[in-house]
Structures are given as C-alpha cells and as structure tokens.
C-alpha cells in the first residue's frame, strides 16, 4: 500500500539511508513499493544478504551482479567472479573505480544488512558507503544499527535515518490496511487494535487476514494478542527462537513485569549482565524498548510481552507466583508500592500484599494517587479484605479521601463538581522555599519518586513537603493543592481557567 508521508521522506533522503527497526515492521515492503511508485525499479539494484552471512566474498558477488542488472551499473561495472586470489577488498576498490564514471542517479539496496556477520566485510562496506560517488544512493536494510561509521555523514546532511517510530502505522494507514484487505472496522475498535499492536506492519497485516470473515471483528480486536497463534509463531522465529539461552531465559522470566532493569533483571533470571543484555537486545531490534535516556529501564512490545508470558506459562507454570513475589520484594523498599502490590497480588500473597499496601498507601494518597490505592484495595477477594483490619481502615481512610463529600462541623471537605476551593487572603504559614519547588511539579503527573529524582531529594523528603503543602493549603488531595494554590496565585492558572 502506498504511505505518502514515508515516500516523501525516501525522495527526499540523503546519499545514504539507513532504515533500521525490528522484524515485520515492513522495511522491504516500504522501499520495493516506493521504487515502483516513483519509476526507479530499473535503475536500483538490490541485494539480500541470506542469513549469517560470512563470506565477504561471495557478499560482493552479489552486490555487483546486482548493479550489473540494471541499465547503467551494466555498462560500467566490470564482471566479478569468485578466485582463489580475490577479497573483499580488492572487490570494493574496483567497484569504486567503475562508478568514479557514474553520471546518473543509481540506487543500491542492501536488504538485511545486520545478517553480514563478517567483521572483515562490515569494514569493506563501510569503505564503500564513505567514497561512493554522489550519484551512487545506498539504502541499508537493517534490524539493527552495524558499525559503519555513518555518524561522520550526519554533519554534512548525507544520512537519512529512518526509525521504528515512523514506521509504525498511523489510525490513518491501518484503516487503509484494513480496508484493502476487505476487513474494515469500527473506529473504535480500529484504534484499539493500532494500540494494541503499537503499529507494527506484520502484527496488523495478520490481524487482518485473521478478521477476514471473522463473525465477531469488534471482540477479536479487543482481545488481540501475541498469543494470536500467527503472530506467536511469527515472533517465535523470528526473535525469540534467535536468541541464545541467556537471554531467552531473561526475557521470559522477566515478562513477568510492565518494566525492569538489569538489577531486577539478574534477580529474576538468576544470571548476571542483565542490563548489558537489555541494551543489546534493543540494538538488535530485539521488542525491548529503553524507557529512559540512560537505557536503565526497558519494558517489551505489548504483543512480545503476550508471547512471553505465553512461553513462560508453558515452560514454568510452577514458578510464576515466585517469581511475582520475588519482584514484589524488589519493588517495595524502592519507592515502587503500586507494583509492589500488583505483583503480590499476582503472586496471591495476600499478606504480603496487605502489609504493602497498607504500609504505603498514605503515602499513595499524598502522591495523589488515592484512587490507583482505591483500585489496588478492589482486587483484594472480599474475605481477605474483610479480615484484615489493616486493609479495613485504609479502605475508610481512602474512602474519606477520595470521594467527594459535604463539609462535616470541624470537618473540610473535598470540593465536589463544578466547587473549587474559596480563595484564603493569605496563608496561615509561608511556603519554605523547598516546598514551593516541590508545589511547581503537583500539577504534573510525576509521582514522588520521580519528584525526588528531578530534584535531586530523597522520596521521604519530597512526601514531607508534600504533606506540609496540604496542611498550609487546607488541602486533602494533589488536585485540591494544585486548586487552592492556583487560587492563591502560587501556581500559574490552568489552561480551562484562562
């Protein structure tokens, strides 16, 4: 299908491009339908490089027979043929002497560039991507960036990169998809599905052909998932089976978890190195995405996580309750509680989970996270709930702070729809200025550890802060506090208030 905003991107590229993101994210299928969209199919050559590929001599075969089925590689570029006394090298300075002549545009496409598994040859290709002629465009294919040297053409503008992000169908492309393919949905459920699968190319082209005469396609959408027998085969072999045993058994026992880190990572798999496999595992196009700048925490491709979870359900079933436990324990004495709780609950530690959170959910509460604690307290099983006391007066507490209610004598209430705190003349105490940097991130949606962390201050410190904030602003609640500053001209007024 045609995809405007990407093919405009391809006219306009640099000498060379490199377009590098995971397995069936419809690399090959983007440039072989631009090339014929914009007539340049006899003036391309393109090569594949078949897996695991060592040989640089028989890699350069292939290029330059490749050039020499087009019009104008076939008048400049000599014959090449396997000899006991030809390399690599050699293959690539001859090459450059034949297009020194090149006067028109030639396009050389190099698919599943992260297959050359020769250093030597990874050199050599590097050698001609740097002193090709102008006229000579060179398009790598690749699931992973190689060590090519490519960042020296970024200065000058002769590299044109193009990532997963922009390949991901748009709401736009997938109702093309669909359409196409003669199982068009209901907007709704079209969204969920591009959600669902983050727009990746062969995760909405099997949903297609799986919807195609599908009784119910608005269920199927919602319930689409890596388990999806085609999709859970297509990403077995093409990711998951390709990697070796350390990593396969960290990603498996990890899927446990919405995010990790090389530390819960070891913990987990019970190797060492995690952080480093992460990180190769993300270059390698691998379904890990780094979730900071630091590429310290990562989380997987929601469809990948299906799969996981799927294996690790089949291979461990045993051992998934230690292992949500396991990372209960992890996350707790690190400022984590709502993942905490999640995985004790998962892990149906109900005591555990208990402990948690009735031990944090004050502080849940002073986060402005009451209602997540709410939510947290509705999955415990009612028997559970009603025998623990602990659990009993959190749920009142939360009760009396979450939901909206009319002033009581003694008593300040939250204000309920359409009421907004009145405005005081002034405060009954001044803002240290600590407490007026912590009041400036209320209004984001930054829990408290991440506060701390942008400010440079321990979790405790940033909820004491807290906590004197709603004191001074006779607040109950972070909505409350970011109201009742606003109203005293403490914070900037909210967009809806201008």
Known sequence: MSRPRLFDRLDSAARVTQISSPAGSGKTFLVRSWLSASGLTDSTAWAAVPGGEQDPQQFWISVLDALKDTAIGAKLVRPLTGAPDLDGWSAVSRLLEDLSAL???LWLVLDDVHQLGSAQAQAQLELLVMRAPADLRILLLTRKDLRLG?????????LTEIRDAELRFTVHEARALFGA??????EAALVTLVQRTEGWAVGLRLAALALTGHPDPVRFAAEFSGSERTVAEYLLAEVLERQPEPARRLLLRTSVCERVNGELADLLSGGSGGERILQDLEEAGAFVVALDARRSWFRYHQLFADLLQLELRRSEPAGLAELHGTAARWFAPRGYPVEAVRHAQAAQ????????????????VLDGQGGTAHELLAQFPAEVAAADPELAAAHAALVDVVVPRQEQPGKRGLPGPGRSFPPKAALPEPLTESETRVLRYLPTNLPAPE???ELTLSVNTVRTHIRHLYEKLAAHSRTGAVEQARALGLLAPSARQL
């Open 451 to 453: 506060i701390a962390n």
């Open 150 to 158: 490519l960042h020296r053409l970024r200065p000058a503008g002769d």
């Open 181 to 186: 393919a003669g199982a068009p949905l209901p």
């Open 103 to 105: 006067a028109d545009p």
């Open 349 to 364: 530690h109900w005591t555990l989970a208990a402990r948690l959170l009735a031990d944090h959910f004050p502080g849940l």
